[in-house]
């Protein structure tokens, strides 16, 4: 297992089109997040799995996304009807939640651009 | 919640300049500590840690000293060299609870120039 694994790396889409990102954590992590960077910007929290139960939302994950980690290994993040603003870097991140100071792993982030 | 303030950028150097990023802190208790590096177009990585006070996380030359007294973590290399461009990152966890989500700050910009 070489890290996390996220697909497709670029996304492109119109405005008001749905899109689906992958997220494939490190297979023993249980911890799984997602979070949003904006260009010049840190990454910031959108939402947290452990196992399959997503257990925090951000306020930023608004109603037209919804993520999913359906047996505890994947997950997915869904942006229905797409908005310019959604534009932004998405990147994943795990854990083991061995102890308090285990850190997160990245993976290389899907880039959406909408136009 | 936990927050991070870090020096903004962009900072640039010459290849083998000694390079310090601040990075300052506000925490309830003592949560670990994290600098993560970004290279272009990449996702981030972990560049180094310190888990308590007085800790000092290194890595590939840089380093960071958790600092309980003035509440920082300023990320230092005494030679830089051109592939360290990136933008650099300092974290910790939002708050003390389980979750374990991390607050970031802005970034810094690096860029060593030959």
């Known amino acids: 297992d070489t890290g996390v694994s996220q697909d497709p790396r670029h996304k492109i889409t119109k405005r008001g089109q749905n899109v689906t990102f992958r997220c494939d954590p490190i297979?023993?992590?249980?911890?799984l997040y997602w979070y949003r960077q904006t260009l010049g910007q840190g990454p910031e929290f959108l939402t947290y799995?452990?196992?399959?139960?997503?257990?925090?939302k951000s306020r930023l994950l608004s109603d037209r996304f919804s993520a999913e980690r359906p047996k505890g290994s994947f997950s997915t993040l869904e942006i229905q009807r797409t908005e310019q603003g959604d534009s932004a870097m998405y990147l994943c991140?795990?854990?083991?939640?061995?102890?308090?100071?285990?850190?997160?792993?990245f993976g290389q982030g899907t880039r959406l651009t909408v136009v | 919640g936990n927050s991070v303030t870090q020096m903004e950028g962009p900072v640039t150097l010459s290849e083998e300049a000694f390079l310090t990023i601040n990075c300052t802190y506000t925490?309830?208790?003592?949560?670990?500590l994290f600098w993560y590096v970004q290279y272009p177009g990449e996702g981030l990585q972990l560049l180094l840690k310190?888990?308590?006070?007085?800790d000092k996380g290194s890595n590939k030359g840089f380093e960071a000293t958790y600092r309980k007294e003035t509440t920082s973590f300023h990320l230092e290399k005494g030679s830089v060299q051109v592939s360290d461009s990136a933008v650099y990152f300092c974290?910790?966890?939002?708050?003390?609870?389980?979750?374990?989500?991390?607050?970031f700050g802005s970034g810094t910009q690096l860029t060593v120039l030959p």
């Open positions: 991140a795990s854990s083991l939640a061995k102890d308090m100071n285990t850190e997160a792993f």
């Open positions: 297979s023993e992590h249980n911890r």
């Open positions: 799995f452990q196992n399959e139960a997503q257990l925090e």
């Open positions: 925490a309830t208790g003592y949560p670990s």
């Open positions: 310190a888990t308590k006070a007085d």
């Open positions: 974290a910790l966890p939002i708050s003390s609870g389980s979750a374990r989500q991390l607050t």
